[in-house]
């Protein structure tokens, strides 16, 4: 049997846990704005994420819906449209990057990959936590 036009890597798992895996990544993606996992979950989920932030740059009630749909988590999605989607307004696509880690996962050695977006700053980052930690 050829697999002749057939996309999208299985990650050997069932449809509806694949389905639940992907929404995961992605709102974790968007509530971290950068994540640590494999190399093949990287490549494959990009893609999806980016179509979210696209949704993201524009507020409408029917983008909202559209993101809704894989974000179920209200905060990530108010951080979405709020936060995240101005910042990307002028960007005309390619919103995250994959850096690829030199030590693979320790149990089966799978290649592992921190999935980013690409104004990711980790000093910013760092200075806010620390005055959220402060108030």
Known sequence: MVRHRVQGRKFGRKTKHRIAMKRNLVTSL???????TTLAK????RPHAEKIISLGRHKSLHN???AA???Q???VLKK???EIGPRMRERP???LRI???AKPRLNDCAPRAILEFVDYDPSAVEAEEVETEES
Do not use: C, P
């Open 80 to 82: 979405l449209f709020d």
């Open 73 to 75: 988590d209200k905060t």
């Open 99 to 101: 850096r690829k880690l």
């Open 42 to 45: 990287a490549k494959e989920y």
């Open 69 to 71: 749909r894989d974000i």
């Open 64 to 66: 909202v819906r559209r």
């Open 30 to 36: 968007l509530e971290h704005e950068r994540i640590v």
């Open 93 to 95: 696509g390619g919103y």
